[in-house]
């Protein structure tokens, strides 16, 4: 005999909400802007521009990563409604 695995509890009605998608969504959100911002940085010198430090882009990403993290959690929010849809 084989044990069946147990089906994970559903909560019918009760999807995640759009602010805790951005919540579990933010740190990761926030880092990959971090590096982009410090890599665009980093290509900016080869045009003569002023380098970017890894702080000061660091703390370019902690408010650019907001309109960045709403848009990833509706992204995120529509894949798991279509997920869920009959």
């Not at 084989?2 to 933010?26: C, M, V």
């Not at 980093?42 to 970017?52: C, E, H, I, K, S």
């Amino acid at each position: 005999m084989t044990a069946k695995p147990h089906p994970l509890p559903q909560t019918e009605g009760a999807p995640w909400p759009l602010w805790r998608l951005g919540l579990l969504l933010y740190p990761f959100v926030a880092m990959a802007v971090w590096l982009n911002l410090f890599m665009l940085g980093l290509m900016a010198t080869w045009m003569g521009w002023p380098n970017l430090s890894p702080i000061a882009a660091l703390f370019a990403a902690l408010a650019v990563a907001l309109p960045v993290d709403y848009l990833a959690a509706l992204w995120l929010r529509r894949l798991l409604d279509r997920a869920n849809a009959p």
